[in-house]
């Protein structure tokens, strides 16, 4: 990953991996957990976001806050937020396109830098060159995905490189697959999306072998399936949703997947339900005990986070790197941080990084059980964790049901309740106009493939039933098709991502 040519510099820079740091970092004892956190807000407050990052002075300067001054995450609570309009309007604006992109002046650098590297500045020519290039400059994107607008820009540098394939190593320490003797399957779309790079850096950094695939759109089910079949993957990472597909048509074919001892979920959310319906295909194809862990991650942290395993029906919520960023849990309406273990709205200020960088990022994710420093009761890490329960307010969608107001609904919690339904093999939720009228109401047809032996009428009356009680609105039609026919409807070997939720509502 890193070119052979300039040794000494990351000799001088320091490389940011470091296994036995981490190791002691998640044993931290409690008193002394939160003060890791601290001094590296502090010092990225003062020697990069203020002096190097234009919005962020911008911001430092309205609320009049000393960047001096910060000490925690408490002292930024006056701070505006930053929110993906900011990032967009800022990216479409010639002027202020590298407004979250850190450029540190000369000055600033000599102020700021060890000894080591002063010197190198002082005397410059190549080696000078070699390090701020390592540090600042941009030499890789990724975007956010970008349904309703257009996708976000997210700068890394050499440097921010080797800080995703340390969270990523970190990441396959906790899945327990950081080991040269693992063959971690990467089903991730070959896409400019972070969870395809994480993963492909996280075999980098650690060693592990990964073998990308791309997913079903590059390789097909059936091939995805003969190469994990032939070099006996030992770990499967992958969306919930092709994982599932995938494992399900393994069990019709009788693949063997003995070799399979680790499973980890990304991109979206994970029902419990589906982790012990994949369990099922799993054990149906040979594999003994399979642990199944879910991650959590996006664009603006430029990282992932994840669950260690501790089966199917319990979550240990996503334990967080406190050295890395910094996780605030808000509420929505109000603004302000709530307590410990409090539901509310994630906000993200990174306080590793270079390139793109956000301070006190919306995230637009609630999370139910908010935040915790108590150690995990798995597996004894002393890291932050975040519940797992998961509620995304950006793929909220405004439905009018009456013709009075309209309904704000969660899809993805229709989604949870329909992967977790055992009669249900596979579905996808339509959102329509009644007679394509735009002045009309709007229509929610939920489309299933029932499962083997489900009583379809039954069936069809639960998902009513069960979807009018959780989200309080009831589909107008749910319409039966054959498994091939769904898989059609979801582009699960044609798209990037399966098609779960169709608006085909005009604009
Ligand atoms: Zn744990």
Redesign the pocket.
Known sequence: MLPERCPRVFAEVGRVRSPDSWQRLARTPAAERRRLQAAPLARYVREGLDPSAPHCRRLFDEAGIDPRRVRGIEDLADLPFTTKADLLAAQVDPQRKLDFVLRPEPATLKRHWPFARKLALVLGGRRARELLRFQYTPNFVTFTTGRSSEPVVFTYTPHDLEVLGESAARLFDLCDVADPAERVINLMPFAPHLAFWATTLGGFTTGSMVVPTGGGKVMGTIGNLRLIERMKGTALVGTPGFVYHLLRTGRERGTDLSHVRTVVLGAEKVPPGLKRKMLDALHACGAGEVRIAGTYGFTEARMAWGE?PAGPDES?GY?LFPDLGVFEVIDPESGKAVGEGTDGELVYTGISGHGTVVCRYRTGDLVVGGLTWDP?P??G?TLPRISSELRRVSERHALSLTKIKGTLVDLSHIGTILSEMPGVEEWQVVLSKKNDDPHELDQLEVRIAPAKGAQVAALKKAIWTELQQATEVAPNGVSVHTLPEMLEFLGMETQMKEQRFVDLRPK
Request: charged residues 15%; aromatic residues 14%; proline residues 14%.
């Open positions: 260690c240990p334990h995990c798995w597996c890490r």
